[in-house]
């Protein structure tokens, strides 16, 4: 895969930046799911891994947002043209576009919850229907073929 232009990965970063609205909002919207990480990784009282995550955690992040933007900005000028990045840009630069913006992280954990919850409801079904459909091709559970 060739690297993109740099004129259509500037217009993409311009974008991408646009798209994560306000740089501080973005990297606090993160703190909380930060403060359940340190908890998974064993940091189990919830002031101590806050503390940490304003420390060390949110610090180191905003320190390399810019990465995060330039391999976002790869990834548009990969899959989207110049046109289509100023006409989103362009969008995001509206009113709707930029509290669409500030929006982001709430609704992605809303778009996350809903597909965890939606998971949920049809594995019982999926699980039921993939037993069957293992034993259709007669497959042993284990991965083992049973002999014919």
């Keep these: 895969m060739t690297a993109p232009d740099p004129a259509l990965l500037k217009v993409a970063r311009e974008t991408v930046a646009q798209m994560q609205g306000d740089r501080a909002a973005t990297l606090s919207s993160m703190a909380a799911p930060m403060v359940g990480m340190m908890q998974q990784i064993g940091i189990k009282e919830p002031d101590k891994a806050q503390v940490l995550v304003q ?7 905003t320190a390399h947002y810019d990465e995060l933007l330039d391999i976002q900005a790869r990834g548009f000028a990969t899959v989207l043209g110049k046109d289509d990045l100023q006409a989103i840009a362009a969008f995001y630069a509206t009113p709707a576009g930029k509290r669409l913006a500030a929006a982001q992280p709430q609704l992605a954990q809303i778009q996350l919850t809903g597909m965890q919850q ?8 999926m699980q039921g229907k993939i037993v069957k459909a293992v034993q259709a091709h007669g497959w ?3 991965g083992q073929t049973k002999p014919h």
């Design 55 to 61: 420390e060390v955690v949110l610090p180191t992040l």
């Design 140 to 142: 042993a559970p284990g």
């Design 118 to 125: 939606w998971m949920q409801a049809v594995a019982p079904e």
